[in-house]
């Protein structure tokens, strides 16, 4: 990505937009749709695979609950307010109305969770058409092999299907999450080329993994899920939800860990409630006094019995009736059902990460056009800013919305 520019004639456009994934293929649109010659170049096979199998394969396109007022509470960023310009001027009800309009039914699941009642590919569908609408050029498969600042003016694109010459090029190739699907560090390089700051990359919404012996007695909990509250750091910069975990043979899962996984920092523990609502302490007590059942048995009533029967093989003071168990032993069992601490090895890693925190420092960029400010005409959008949502449609909303402030300013010229 470095180098003079080839003088070989290059097809002209009013705007390159590279990567076909959520936020390109919805800049390309709108753009297209402006009145603008766009070209849209993906080096992938297919087009926007990780639309494709989100949310279970039923995409879950945004969330109702986000509040642009204060984005930086469903967003996290070395500047979590970077996103609020862009979030305000296109909501999660701006997008229900494009997908009505195709006709798409979907519906809300918890916490303004929004999914497709069909296939996610009816997004893409529905993106791809409005592309069409548009008069969008898409170049896919098609790599780009340099991107260069040309004589003159603008900027000359390398690609495989020969070189393109545009005043202004959107940079949406995401993150490295998900490499299999072709995720790659494309945006990354094209930034620091450009000498544009980044903020280190690391998976987020991901699993944690917990190494060696100390995960044995829980690995054989792989499967089980249940609600608890989860948290990680302290005072201000603590972080807390409150979700359904799931057991895996080498760590955690599900919703409550995703979430957590993005505000975790290597080397630190986290806290488990896993009966949050209940003074276990004062149930254990109540227990001993009037039931003679297994101390796992009396468990079993605020949680899954298996993870009761985990936590009571523990201590060998609690394989027995709860009426006989010694004060002490009840005692600790409450205080390590209420808050559990434990320090994860890593995660998963990008193979498994929904998204990838960090990225293009948003300090290099107009949060109200996505443009670089000491890079004319060069704008990042969607995952490969370091701009990144909780888990349940954020980071679509993400995608949309710095797509749209993107597109808008290439329209103003």
Same mark, same amino acid.
């Given at each position: 990505?470095?180098?003079?520019?080839?003088?070989?004639?290059?097809?002209?456009?009013?705007?390159?937009?590279?990567?076909?994934?959520?936020?390109?293929?919805?800049?390309?649109?709108?753009?297209?749709?402006?009145?603008?010659?766009?070209?849209?170049?993906?080096?992938?096979?297919?087009?926007?695979?990780?639309?494709?199998?989100?949310?279970?394969?039923?995409?879950?396109?945004?969330?109702?609950?986000?509040?642009?007022?204060?984005?930086?509470?469903?967003?996290?960023?070395?500047?979590?307010?970077?996103?609020?310009?862009?979030?305000?001027?296109?909501?999660?009800?701006?997008?229900?109305?494009?997908?009505?309009?195709?006709?798409?039914?979907?519906?809300?699941?918890?916490?303004?969770?929004?999914?497709?009642?069909?296939?996610?590919?009816?997004?893409?569908?529905?993106?791809?058409?409005?592309?069409?609408?548009?008069?969008?050029?898409?170049?896919?498969?098609?790599?780009?092999?340099?991107?260069?600042?040309?004589?003159?003016?603008?900027?000359?694109?390398?690609?495989?299907?020969?070189?393109?010459?545009?005043?202004?090029?959107?940079?949406?190739?995401?993150?490295?999450?998900?490499?299999?699907?072709?995720?790659?560090?494309?945006?990354?390089?094209?930034?620091?080329?450009?000498?544009?700051?980044?903020?280190?990359?690391?998976?987020? @919404?991901?699993?944690?993994?917990?190494?060696?012996? /100390?995960? $044995?007695?829980? +690995? =054989?909990?792989?499967? %089980?899920?249940? #609600? *608890?509250?989860?948290?990680?750091?302290?005072?201000?910069?603590?972080?807390?939800?409150?979700?359904?975990?799931?057991?895996?043979?080498?760590?955690?899962?599900?919703?409550?860990?995703?979430?957590?996984?993005?505000?975790?920092?290597?080397?630190?523990?986290?806290?488990?409630?896993?009966?949050?609502?209940?003074?276990?302490?004062?149930?254990?007590?109540?227990?001993?006094?009037?039931?003679?059942?297994?101390?796992?048995?009396? @468990?079993?009533?605020?949680?899954?019995?298996?993870? /009761?029967? $985990?936590?009571? +093989? =523990?201590?060998?003071? %609690?394989?027995? #009736? *709860?009426?006989?168990?010694?004060?002490?032993?009840?005692?600790?069992?409450?205080?390590?059902?209420?808050?559990?601490?434990?320090?994860?090895?890593?995660?998963?890693?990008?193979?498994?990460?929904?998204?990838?925190?960090?990225?293009?420092?948003?300090?290099?960029?107009?949060?109200?056009?996505?443009?670089?400010?000491?890079?004319?005409?060069?704008?990042?959008?969607?995952?490969?800013?370091?701009?990144?949502?909780?888990?349940?449609?954020?980071?679509?909303?993400?995608?949309?919305?710095?797509?749209?402030?993107? +597109?808008?300013?290439?329209?103003?010229?």
């Amino acid at each position: 990505m470095s180098g003079r520019a080839d003088p070989a004639p290059a097809a002209r456009f009013d705007a390159v937009v590279i990567g076909a994934g959520a936020a390109g293929l919805f800049c390309a649109a709108l753009a297209g749709q402006r009145g603008l010659k766009v070209l849209l170049i993906d080096h992938a096979e297919r087009v926007a695979e990780k639309i494709r199998i989100s949310g279970g394969g039923r995409c879950n396109f945004t969330n109702r609950e986000l509040d642009p007022r204060a984005p930086q509470r469903h967003f996290l960023g070395e500047n979590p307010h970077f996103c609020r310009s862009a979030l305000a001027r296109y909501t999660p009800q701006d997008f229900i109305a494009l997908v009505e309009r195709h006709g798409i039914a979907w519906h809300e699941k918890h916490k303004g969770q929004l999914f497709c009642d069909g296939p996610s590919q009816q997004i893409v569908d529905m993106l791809l058409a409005e592309c069409a609408a548009g008069g969008v050029a898409h170049w896919q498969p098609c790599a780009v092999q340099g991107v260069q600042a040309a004589d003159g003016g603008g900027y000359r694109i390398e690609t495989a299907r020969g070189a393109v010459h545009a005043p202004r090029v959107v940079v949406a190739t995401g993150g490295l999450s998900i490499p299999q699907i072709g995720a790659s560090d494309f945006g990354h390089r094209l930034a620091r080329q450009f000498g544009l700051k980044l903020v280190p990359p690391r998976p987020a @919404l991901v699993p944690l993994t917990f190494g060696g012996g /100390a995960w $044995a007695p829980y +690995a =054989q909990l792989a499967g %089980l899920a249940l #609600p *608890v509250e989860i948290g990680t750091g302290s005072r201000k910069a603590r972080a807390a939800f409150h979700e359904d975990l799931l057991f895996t043979h080498r760590g955690l899962s599900g919703p409550a860990v995703l979430q957590i996984s993005s505000y975790w920092q290597p080397g630190t523990p986290l806290t488990i409630d896993f009966a949050p609502g209940v003074d276990m302490a004062a149930a254990l007590a109540e227990a001993k006094r009037d039931s003679r059942k297994q101390v796992a048995n009396e @468990l079993a009533a605020h949680m899954p019995a298996r993870l /009761a029967e $985990a936590w009571a +093989a =523990q201590d060998p003071a %609690l394989q027995r #009736p *709860v009426n006989e168990a010694p004060d002490k032993a009840l005692a600790r069992l409450a205080e390590r059902i209420g808050r559990w601490e434990i320090t994860p090895e890593g995660t998963e890693g990008y193979r498994k990460a929904e998204v990838t925190a960090g990225g293009v420092d948003t300090r290099e960029l107009s949060s109200q056009t996505m443009e670089a400010a000491r890079q004319p005409g060069l704008f990042f959008i969607g995952e490969v800013v370091d701009v990144t949502g909780w888990l349940g449609g954020y980071n679509f909303q993400w995608a949309w919305a710095s797509a749209h402030a993107c +597109a808008g300013a290439l329209a103003a010229g």
